[in-house]
Structure formats: structure tokens, C-alpha cells
């Protein structure tokens, strides 16, 4: 059969999907929405993959399929703040040249990402359940509950379709820091009829509820009360609900607690900037902390998932400028390990074993919850949404079938997109055309 010419195609209201990143894998999202020859874009961000040297490699979604068929996007909209989402923005948005639309916070990080010396793209900051109309399409941000503030699922409206991106989310009822999520606005979607959703898979395969960030907070505090001598803990230095449950903890066990690694510091004054970390006690320099007697030292570190240049692997190591541990002292991974970087964590974690470090994860207490939805979430949202169709993303080929799965256990159909498929959504999602797609590794 020889291939539909995609000029022909992309002419037609569609509308159409597109994903040039994040399907079949984790990282890279990158989504297109096309319609009459108009496009936009969901997210923009990279992917890291191990190296068999060690450390990571960097890569951006190629933007191939864009020039050989002259899709020009009108705008590029951000779901939330995470790398996985906004990281290629310095690397692609030159070449996109389109304005950003995205939350207060999400845009500061992108800010802080750019060269202020070379002209800047137009940063546009969304409200949150405002509508605003960008070409045929129209958008609406709703707060979801995920791991850092801020995150949205978008709906977006054209060609008399209606069409949810969730965005990266869980249900979370106390999430300590940020909105809820927009629960009334999302029932109230799913009454006026919801065609597709394009939807997180990273945890579809599991079952359950999600745990939410009090409960991570109490399982925190209960393991640190354990600890007699110094505590390190290591976490997303993205997940601000994690930094204030840190905060109080140190309160209330009687520890002073501070800030050890570069993002972790970066990330804590944007919270602080947007008014997300109000109201704890606080974090001190770590010169003062190093002074105080161990047992009322309460370290947060990044390098959860044992990058070497990052504080954990030096502090592992002995090499860390401000801080040494010593025999009794504990290390906590309030984290999941990522998939690729399990050799760099083990070598850590033995390091600190052989110098008498206790060494607590999240298998052996519960000091961490994932951002994303298990099956009982999915279960609650896609019942308020009542969408006909899902588009499984953002997870391997194993997330997305399971996730598939379990929509058509809800009633729903659909298909398992990979990236450069063009699916035709103006009936029942069908793919039309296929389109390259590729990574570009980022040297840096
Ligand atoms: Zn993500
Ligand atoms: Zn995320």
C-alpha cells in the first residue's frame, strides 16, 4: 500500500496526534497536535540513558519529521516543570520558534535553563482553568497532584473534538505542598464529553491507589527518630512537598537540617520565590550544620540515583568538601531508583556499608511515593472524564499495553502509539501515516 502523502493529510481537520518523543519510552515527551494544517506541541523535554562508561547521556527529539513535511508549530504548551518535560526547550527552542505557554513555576525553571545572553522565546504564563485560544486550537490548564507544583493535564479543543493530555499526575489528597487536584473541573469535563485521552502509563502495569506525600511524611519521620547520629537524605530535588516534610522532620526531632548539591539549591529557592516553602523552619548553610554535634544533623542531598559528580557518590566516596560521614551515621533514599543506574547506586550504597553507614530505601521503609497513577487512579479519573478513547503514553511499550489493558477494562478503546505514528483522532483513533522520529544525543 503505498504511503497517504502526508501534505495531503495534514490539510484535513483531523485532528491529529503525533508524538515525536515519550511514546514507547520514558523521557523525550514531545506530543503534536495537528489540525487544518495548524500545529502545537505538549512538552518538550529530554531523555537520559545510561552509558556503559557510566554517567548519562543526554538526548533531545529530533525535529526531522517537522522539516521534511514544514510543520511550523504555533505554540509549544508545558505541562509541568520536570526535566522529562521542559529539559530540550534550550536545546530545540530556536529552531521551534514559537511562543511557550506554561505555569509561573514551570516557566521559571525554563528560565533558569536559558542563556539570557542570546534572544530569549516568548514565555507566556498560563492561569490555571482559563481557556485561552491559540489557532483553531483552544487550551485549558487543570492542576493535577503529581511530584513537583504545578503540574497540569491540558484539554484541548478543536475541530469538535475534545481532547485530554493528562500530563504527568496522581491522586494525591494531601499533597502538603500545591493545589489539589481540580477534581469538580474534571467531572464537569467528562459530563460535556470527552473524546481521548492521552495519558501518563508509567505506573498502569500497577495495582492500587497511589500513597500520598503525608504518608511519605510519617514514614520520614519514623525512620529518622530511629537514627541516633547524623541523617543524609537523598530525594528529587524537584519534589518540593519533600523539602518541607524534611524541614519540619529536622523540627521535629530536634536536628537543624541543610541543603547539600547545586539543583537541590536551585530548586529550593524557586519554591521559596513562588511561595511553595513558606512557613517551615527552614534550611541553614551547611558550614553552620557541620559544626553542630551529629545527632542534630539533618543532610538532604541530590544524586538519588548515583550520579558521580552529584553529593551522595562524594560523600560515598569521602571526597565531599563540607562534609565527612562516620560509622552510625544513617542515608536515607527517599527515591525510586530509575532504571540504567542501578550499578552506579550499588557501588554507592556498598561504599557506605563498608564505612558502618546504615543504609535505608524504599523497600525497607516507607519513605517515598511515586508521582504517578497505579490503577485505582486511573480508575477514579477516567471515571470522571468518561473519555471513549485513550492514547497510552509516557512509559515503555510494557506501560503502555498494560495501560491500554486496563482502559478496555474500563470500556475504553484505542491504540498503543509509537513515536512518528500520525493518528487521525476525528473518529476512532487510527493510524494514518508514519513519520521519522529519532533522538539527537546533546553534548555537554
Ligand atoms: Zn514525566
Ligand atoms: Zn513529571
Known sequence: MPAPRFEQLHSQTGPFFLA???????????????????????????????????GNQVSVPSLAALERHDITLSALLITHGHEDHIGAIPHLWQALKCPIYASPFAARLIRNKLDPAIEWPRLIEIKPLQPIGIGAFQAEWIPVTHSIPESHGILLEVAGKRLYHSGDWKLDAQPLVGELTAQSRLQAIGRSGVDVIIGDSTNAPVAGASRSEQWVQNGLLDAIR??????????????????????????????????????????????????????????????????????????????????PAAALARLANGSHPHLSL???????????????????????????????????????????????????????????LKAKYLLPVHGELYHQQAHRDFARSLGMGGLVPNNGDLIDLSGQPAKIAELPWGLVEIKR
Open 226 to 307: 530511629r537514627c541516633s547520629k547524623r541523617v543524609v537524605v537523598t530525594c528529587f530535588a524537584s519534589n518540593l512537598a519533600r523539602l518541607h516534610s524534611l524541614a519540619e522532620i529536622a523540627f521535629d526531632t530536634g536536628r537543624y537540617s541543610s541543603l547539600l548539591g547545586r539543583s537541590l539549591l536551585t530548586m529550593h529557592s524557586a519554591g521559596r520565590a513562588h511561595q511553595y516553602l513558606h512557613g517551615h523552619p527552614g534550611f541553614i548553610g551547611p558550614w553552620e550544620l557541620g559544626f553542630l554535634p551529629r545527632e542534630q544533623q539533618l543532610w538532604v542531598c541530590t544524586g538519588s540515583q548515583g550520579e
Open 326 to 384: 562516620e560509622a552510625g551515621d544513617c542515608v536515607l533514599f527517599s527515591s525510586r531508583l530509575i532504571p540504567g543506574n542501578e550499578a552506579a547506586l550499588e557501588r554507592i550504597k556498598a561504599g557506605l556499608k563498608q564505612q558502618g553507614i546504615e543504609v535505608i530505601d524504599d523497600e525497607m521503609a516507607p519513605i517515598h511515593a511515586s508521582g504517578h497513577p497505579p490503577q485505582e487512579d486511573l480508575r477514579q479519573l477516567y471515571g470522571w
Open 20 to 54: 515525536l518523543g515519550g511514546a514507547g519510552m520514558f523521557g523525550a515527551n514531545f506530543y503534536l497536535f495537528g489540525s487544518a494544517g495548524q500545529w502545537i506541541a505538549v512538552d518538550c523535554g529530554f531523555a537520559l540513558q545510561s552509558r556503559e562508561a557510566g
